[in-house]
């Protein structure tokens, strides 16, 4: 009896040692089951049935309440039950490579939310028997990924596409990056400009000034005005800029806009705003000065007949022949003259021109070639005051050659319903400051010039539609380019 009394004893006491080490094991549970609860992500686990399907054993996690994941709408379920077809498959293949015993990481997108996955195998003696499984809700992370690539997107396209020039340079003023309307403004490429093979076409005053240019768009923060850039060909380009410093920690923006154009149409407006007031002028001042100076010539002829200083007078006749020569440039001017336009072909006129100035080219033993493009068309002009261009730019140009150079003139079909004749010398040229100036009244590089012929010669392709575009180099020579209508 006391034998069975210490049984009972013993039994009860190892009861109550049991039931503590349950409780400990429920609180421990518990304890576990809050913390997973807690963690900001969506805990899971899964088994691999003897189907070869998968099925979800525990679900837990603060994203799994934030997100409506309940255990009873997962545990016990398949991929299959939760995911459409496509996904299901694509889940499952995921989770087969966990199984064989590798930790996964995939993106997995449900119910309008998107996650970043991770499983681990749960293994004993080598054997997957379980896999725990992690999933991060990146949604927000994804849209901010999303609107910043659409963001970055659109700034590439703005950056590409822009039609002004965008140069990003860093302290030194080497170019970062450019986008390809700075490529065509100077003429090289991106990759070419970020190793600073521009800095080689700069003048020397430019390089000189350009630190001190840095400095300024510095301290000042904005630097905006007008300037010019030197085009890899040589030629020079008007630009308007605007320079931003520090847009991001020692990188400065630039932009370019190039209005060499509008340059010229404004030099044009003023060319033929000075035509129109020379003009208004012209018609009374020539009137007024014609009419005293032909009494005075009548005058001077008869005292020449009765004195003994013939010469004298012969002098004195000669210039008033040339101020009425003059005159009679500027009375052209004065008023549209009647003229009738017609058919011409283009060629015969220059070919009567170069007759008549073949004594003079002779001469000074200057060659003239004259080469015409196949197929060069008629155009619609007055066939007298285009003879009267091409003797003058032609003329001019035997003057300002040596003996022994040549002169081409080149008939070629141009763009847009029009035609290019080119007059090209190899004479002293014109400096470049004075290009600008030609066709402006009383200015000229002959020493007993007046101006007034040149501007002549612009009124007369400006009332043909035409254009004249000059090119020069000291030493080398100039090019006359008028374009036409058809």
């Known amino acids: 009896m006391e034998l069975i009394e210490n049984k009972l004893i013993e039994l009860n006491a190892k009861l109550q040692r049991l039931e503590g080490e349950n409780q400990a094991l429920k609180e421990s549970i518990t304890h576990f089951e809050k913390m997973f609860s807690n963690i900001d992500c969506v805990l899971f686990k899964y088994i691999r049935r003897p189907d070869g399907n998968y099925e979800y054993t525990f679900l837990s996690g603060k994203t799994s309440q934030n997100n409506g994941l309940t255990s009873d709408l997962v545990v016990g379920k398949t991929p299959d ?10 889940v499952k293949e995921q989770y087969k490579c966990a199984y064989e015993g590798e930790t996964v990481h995939f993106e997995l997108k449900y119910d309008n939310n998107i ?16 896999v725990m499984g992690t999933g991060i809700d990146i949604t927000e992370k994804k849209q901010m990924e999303c609107e910043a690539e659409t963001n970055r997107n659109k700034y590439t396209a703005l950056f590409e596409e822009a039609l002004d020039a965008i140069l990003l340079f860093d302290d030194s003023g080497v170019p970062i990056e ?3 309307a700075a490529s065509r403004l100077l003429g090289f490429t991106a990759e070419q400009l970020e190793r600073a093979e521009h800095f080689a076409m700069l003048e020397p005053e430019m390089k000189r000034q350009l630190p001190l240019l840095l400095d300024k768009v510095k301290k000042a923060g904005i630097l905006s005005g007008e300037s010019k850039v030197i085009h890899k060909d040589g030629t020079i380009r008007n630009i308007e800029h605007v320079t931003k410093a520090n847009i991001l920690p020692n ?25 129109h007031v020379i003009g208004e002028l012209a018609a009374g001042i020539g009137h007024e000065i014609r009419n005293p100076m032909t009494s005075i010539k009548g005058f001077i002829q008869l005292m020449k007949e009765d004195s003994s200083n013939a010469e004298y007078y012969d002098v004195i006749l000669n210039e008033f022949k040339r101020i009425e020569t003059i005159i009679s440039e500027f009375m052209v001017l004065s008023k549209p003259q009647a003229f009738q336009m017609t058919e011409e072909i283009l060629q015969e006129i220059i070919q009567n021109t170069l007759v008549l100035l073949d ?13 015409v493009e196949e197929g060069f068309p008629t155009i619609i002009c007055e066939k007298n005051q285009m003879q009267q261009v091409f003797i ?9 050659m040596e003996s022994g150079q040549n002169l081409w003139v080149r008939l070629k079909k141009g763009e847009n319903s029009t035609v290019l004749i080119e007059i090209k010398d190899e004479g002293c040229g014109i400096p470049e400051e004075m290009l600008d100036k030609l066709g402006e009244p009383f200015y000229t590089t002959k020493e007993k010039g007046t101006g007034l012929g040149m501007m002549m010669i612009y009124k007369i392709i400006q009332n043909h539609k035409g254009s004249i575009e000059v090119k020069s180099k000291v030493n080398v020579g100039t090019i006359f380019k008028i374009t036409l209508p058809i």
């Open 115 to 130: 996650y970043d996955v991770t499983l681990i195998p749960l293994q004993i003696n080598g054997l997957t028997v379980e």
């Open 178 to 180: 450019a986008n390809p």
């Open 81 to 90: 039950d939760l995911f459409d077809p496509p996904t299901s498959s694509y």
């Open 359 to 371: 004594v003079q080219a002779r001469l000074k033993n200057i060659q003239i070639h004259l080469e």
């Open 251 to 275: 990188v400065h923006l630039t932009i370019l806009r190039d209005i060499t154009q509008r340059k010229k149409l404004e030099e044009s407006l003023r060319k033929a705003e000075t035509l």
């Open 392 to 400: 003058h730019f032609i003329k001019n140009g035997i003057e300002a």
